[in-house]
C-alpha cells in the first residue's frame, strides 16, 4: 500500500499490526519494529516530517553495535535502512549536519555487512541530500558509485531513482548532453519496478 501511495490505507494497516504486535508481547518485537518502520515511512510521504523523524531515530537506535546485523526478514538491514531515511527526512528540514553523522554511521554498517540493496539505498539518498545543498559533483561520485554496483549486482529496483538524481548532478554540473542520456536511461530502464517515491524523482528529473 505504501508503494502504490495508498497512505491512509496503509497507515491503518500498520496500526493494526503494531497493535497485534503489542497483544502478542515481546516475542513479536519484530512484527512491532516493522509496523513502527510502515508507520514512520507513510509520515514520511505525507510531508509529516517531525513524526517521521523522530520514529525513524527511535528505530536506528535499536540497530546499533552487534544488532546492526539484524535482518528481520526485510529486503536489506535495519540499521541501514532507519538511517537511510533520517537522512531522507534531514535533507527535506535541513538538518545537514544530522544526516552527514548519520550517513558515515549507515557507511560502516553498509560496509561491513557488504549488501548491495542496502548500501546503493544509502548512496541514493545521501547523493540527494548532497544535492539539496549544491555539492553536485560529491554526489556525482556517490551516484556514480551506486549506479555501478547496481549494474554489477543486478539491483534493479533501484535503478530508477538512482539515475534521475544521478542526471539531476549532471544538470547541476552543466553537463547537460550527458544528463539528457541519463534521464532517459531513467525513464525506460526498470521503471515497471520503481515504487510511486522513485517515480517522482523522475519528474523531477525530466
Known sequence: LWVTAQYESARHKAEDALRLSQQL??????????SRYVLASVHHARGELPEAL????????????????????????????????????????????????????AL???????HAFSRTMLLEQYGMCLLVQGEAE??????????GTC?????????????????LSLLALGRLSEAERVIERAATDH????GHYALGYLAIAQ
Do not use: K
Not at 59 to 85: E, H, I, K, N, Q
Open 25 to 34: 508481547g515481546e516475542d513479536h518485537a519484530v512484527l512491532s519494529i516493522s
Open 54 to 105: 523522530g520514529l525513524f531515530r527511535e528505530l536506528a537506535g535499536l540497530f546499533s553495535g552487534d544488532a546492526a546485523r539484524r535482518r528481520l526478514g526485510w529486503p536489506g538491514y535495519p540499521s541501514v535502512f532507519t538511517r537511510t531515511m533520517i537522512i531522507s527526512v534531514q535533507s527535506l528540514l535541513g538538518g545537514f549536519a544530522e544526516a552527514e553523522r548519520v550517513f558515515q554511521e
Open 108 to 114: 560502516r554498517y553498509a560496509d561491513a555487512l557488504e
Open 138 to 147: 560529491r554526489a556525482h561520485g556517490l551516484l556514480c558509485e551506486a549506479l
Open 151 to 167: 549494474e554489477r549486482d543486478e539491483v534493479n529496483t533501484m535503478l530508477t531513482p538512482i539515475t534521475s538524481h544521478l542526471g
Open 191 to 194: 521503471t515497471e519496478l520503481a
